[in-house]
């Protein structure tokens, strides 16, 4: 194949325990999926269904080779969201939730990085949440682990401390919408496709961090990331 230009190189992630890589094609995000966040996005927790935004490939840092994130341009609260990450390994569209598990090939830690006052500023004025989440390495992610080693995690404990202070700390079982849940109401607008990225949500407790700063996020069974904010 000759390109006109230099092809973009694929973005991928580690596997745990594997040598070959998980290579990262679009990535979904759930909005406002724990009820304690919602409340603090001053939103109300309800079960109306699940609402979805994006981020571009070139989001994903696979946090184990490449442990830090650049201070993005143009914000002041650049916040932390400590999700569970569902990568796809099989696509498919009007997933039944019965089946949604068949369609996952592993799971990770990852952080949701945002541009708090430029999401919040969109939101209210009812614009796109574009600058606010889908910027370039908004998504540092950790080891994938496979669904064939690990099984599907329902409960584990999901946590996030900066600096050593502990930020958040949840269970992903106050998923409101679960992992099967999401994959069937996401494929009934978009068929999925291998090498998705799902990311679920995050718990309360999300806050700002500046230069300097270390996160450490763990889901238990899954393994921690650590990563740090660089001017
Ligand atoms: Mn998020």
Redesign the pocket.
Known sequence: MNYAIPAPAPHTLAIAGRDERFPVNRVF???RNYAAHAREMGKDPDREPPFFFMKPANAVIDATRVPSVPYPPKTANYHH?I?LVVAIGQGGRDIAVANALEHVYGYAVGL?M?RRDLQLEARDKGRPWEFGKSFAASAPIGALHRAADAGHPAQAAITLSVNGQPRQSSDIAKLIWSVSECIAVLSEYEALEPGDLI?T??PEGVNAVLPGDVMQGAIAGLGEIRVSVVA
């Open positions: 995000c759930v909005g969201e999700e949701d945002t990311m949500g995050t």
